[in-house]
């Protein structure tokens, strides 16, 4: 327990701060009562509410670990590709065999069946590319943005997920802290986590204590 008025650590059973010099109000004070109990029931007690806070301090870590995700706002894909993105390199590719069907009827000028070929094919070739460039163009821009629309679904998705997860951890811990008020009772408030139990049950296997209260009392509390 603390100081209401400076902070500093108080012992259970203090009445003025030893710092400050205020008085501690009754429901400032640290209440806890321990029934008689041999060590080895000491340290089979201890050793439960333990892993008990080891979990509630577990869950505690996880829901902070959530939150601390939640919130990071969530990232949203903005850019769109456009059509000419991909249907840039097919207008190249009919640039290039307009002049080249065009260089090879010239070649074929003195072949009128080869030359008129060549010249058909010379304005077919370059259309048709592009036709094939536009249907392929089109189906890549749609292929692109329907990928990034589905991933930003997806963030959604995973932060609406992430958020009913941390609202049933929390509901988790509310349950198991409430199950602990069964037994914290007998515990000092500022011993109440499992760092201070296990500190507890080295003094009561070590020897050094022979009771809750003498632990709590070498532990100064």
Same mark, same amino acid.
């Given at each position: 327990m603390f100081c209401n008025k400076c902070g500093n650590e108080l012992s259970a059973?203090?009445?003025?701060?030893?710092?400050?010099?205020?008085?501690?109000?009754?429901?400032?004070? #640290?209440?806890? *009562?321990?029934?008689?109990?041999?060590?080895?029931?000491?340290?089979?007690? &201890?050793?439960?509410?333990?892993?008990?806070?080891?979990?509630?301090?577990?869950?505690?870590?996880?829901?902070? *670990?959530?939150?601390?995700?939640?919130?990071?706002?969530?990232?949203?894909?903005?850019?769109?590709?456009?059509?000419?993105?991909?249907?840039?390199?097919? &207008?190249?590719?009919?640039?290039?065999?307009?002049? +080249?069907?065009?260089?090879?009827?010239?070649? #074929? #000028?003195?072949?009128?069946?080869?030359?008129?070929?060549?010249?058909?094919?010379?304005?077919?070739?370059? &259309?048709?590319?592009? &036709?094939? +460039?536009?249907?392929?163009?089109?189906?890549r821009r749609n292929e692109e943005n329907e990928a990034i629309i589905n991933g930003n679904e997806r963030a959604v998705l995973q932060r609406k997920e992430l958020e009913e997860k941390t609202a049933s951890l929390k509901r988790d811990l509310a349950t198991r802290k409430k199950r602990l008020e069964a037994d914290e009772y007998m515990i000092p408030t500022g011993l109440r986590k499992s760092s201070s139990l296990a500190q507890i049950i080295t003094l009561l296997k070590s020897g050094k204590a022979s009771s809750l209260n003498e632990a709590y009392t070498i532990l100064g509390k």
């Open positions: 059973n203090a009445v003025f701060c030893n710092m400050c010099g205020a008085q501690v109000s009754a429901e400032k004070k #640290a209440t806890y *009562d321990v029934p008689e109990m041999t060590v080895e029931e000491s340290i089979v007690f &201890i050793e439960k509410l333990k892993h008990k806070y080891q979990e509630v301090e577990k869950l505690q870590r996880e829901i902070s *670990d959530k939150e601390s995700a939640i919130a990071r706002p969530v990232y949203q894909e903005l850019r769109r590709y456009s059509f000419f993105r991909f249907f840039w390199k097919y &207008i190249i590719f009919a640039i290039i065999a307009f002049y +080249g069907i065009l260089i090879l009827s010239s070649v #074929a #000028a003195g072949n009128d069946g080869a030359f008129t070929v060549m010249l058909i094919l010379t304005f077919l070739v370059p &259309i048709g590319l592009l &036709i094939f +460039g536009g249907i392929n163009a089109a189906k």
